[in-house]
């Protein structure tokens, strides 16, 4: 899997009121959406931490559309369609008064982010609205649909797909913000990318099903005599727990792609690598620790024990 090479093509620069104000608005959505990325992009110096909030933003939007109840699968395509088409337009030079485009072509501009990558956010985003063959040259196995559920993916192979779309393809824009020179960290960033969104998807169980989706592999349901419509009623968590214990396995052989990774990136950037790293693993141990129990409540960091990892983090980058 690799990203297109080309580059922003500029003949049009916002005014610097612009580019503050566009990095204001990415800062407060940031701010209000990402309960985990902001106390990371913290510790980062202040320009890097804009544009990362840059990138946020846009992935928000995508989400956003993506999983808007008002609009038809039809509808939401398109607006997707329409929204990477505005990114375009504005990365070919074309004025734009939208601050999280302006943000992120700036952006995109500072850190020489391959236009590809952006592109295979949205395309990842875009495999929510047409499970299993949204923006894939081959595409995977055929989607399972059972009593007002979908079973997005056959195989955990088919999953990583996905997963790499829309969270190593992160990790690979991330890498470009935080500076780096060995190509060796690019693997590594897409399996910490990879680890992130495991946990997240362990973690979403029911509120995915409540949206009709659902994560876990159909192969992987089967091996524990599950199945999806289980997660349409009150699941028991017992009979889930090892199917979700085995997904936790997996995120924990990834994550350790996180601490090798630490090493590659520059020296002002791996404070909040370590931080994000941390906050997601505590997370995932977290959901350990109750057995495995996503469905009595959402599992999430109280803000005490994120700003415990935050500390160490500020340490960090002044020692």
């Known amino acids: 899997m690799s990203a297109g090479a080309q580059q922003v093509s500029i003949s049009w620069t916002p005014a610097p009121a612009q580019l503050t104000m566009a990095y204001s608005v990415c800062r407060g959505i940031t701010r209000s959406n990402a309960k985990n990325f902001y106390y990371a992009f913290l510790v980062l110096p202040k320009r890097k931490r804009e ?16 999983d808007d109840p008002a609009l038809t699968v ?19 030079g074309e ?19 391959p236009a590809g990558l952006l592109d295979e956010l949205a395309m990842g985003t875009a495999m929510d609205v047409e499970p299993g063959t949204a923006g894939l040259e081959n595409p995977v196995s055929p989607v399972v649909p059972v009593s007002g559920l979908t079973v997005q993916y056959q195989t955990f192979e088919d999953l990583k797909v996905y997963c790499y779309r829309v969270a190593s393809v992160v990790g690979l824009v991330c890498i470009h913000i935080f500076g780096y020179r060995d190509p060796a960290a690019e693997p590594l960033a897409e399996q910490c990318g990879l680890a992130f969104q495991l946990t997240n998807i362990i973690r979403d169980v029911k509120e995915d099903a ?26 028991e968590p017992a009979r889930f727990r090892p199917l979700l214990a085995m997904e936790a396995d997996r995120a924990r052989e990834y994550y350790q792609a996180g601490e090798q990774l630490n090493s590659y990136i520059s020296e002002d950037s791996q404070p909040a690598l370590w931080v994000l790293v941390n906050i997601y693993r505590k997370l995932l141990e977290k959901i350990a620790e109750r057995q495995y129990d996503v469905f009595s409540g959402k599992v999430s960091l109280t803000v005490s024990e994120k700003l415990r990892i935050l500390a160490k983090g500020f340490l960090q980058r002044i020692t």
Do not use: N
């Not at 846009?58 to 559309?65: A, E, L, Q």
């Not at 395509?77 to 990365?91: G, I, M, P, T």
């Not at 004025?95 to 982010?113: C, W």
């Open 51 to 66: 544009s990362l909030c840059a990138v946020y933003a846009f992935m928000r939007r995508c989400d956003d559309i993506a």
């Open 74 to 92: 039809e509808e939401r395509r398109y607006k997707l369609d329409v929204w990477l088409e505005a990114l375009h337009r504005v990365q070919q």
């Open 210 to 235: 409540a949206m009709g989706r659902v994560y876990l592999p159909q192969e992987d349901l089967a091996k524990f005599g599950l199945t999806a419509a289980e997660l349409l009623s009150a699941p």
């Open 95 to 113: 004025p734009s008064d939208d601050p999280i485009l302006l943000g992120l072509t700036d952006t995109q501009r500072r850190f020489t982010i």
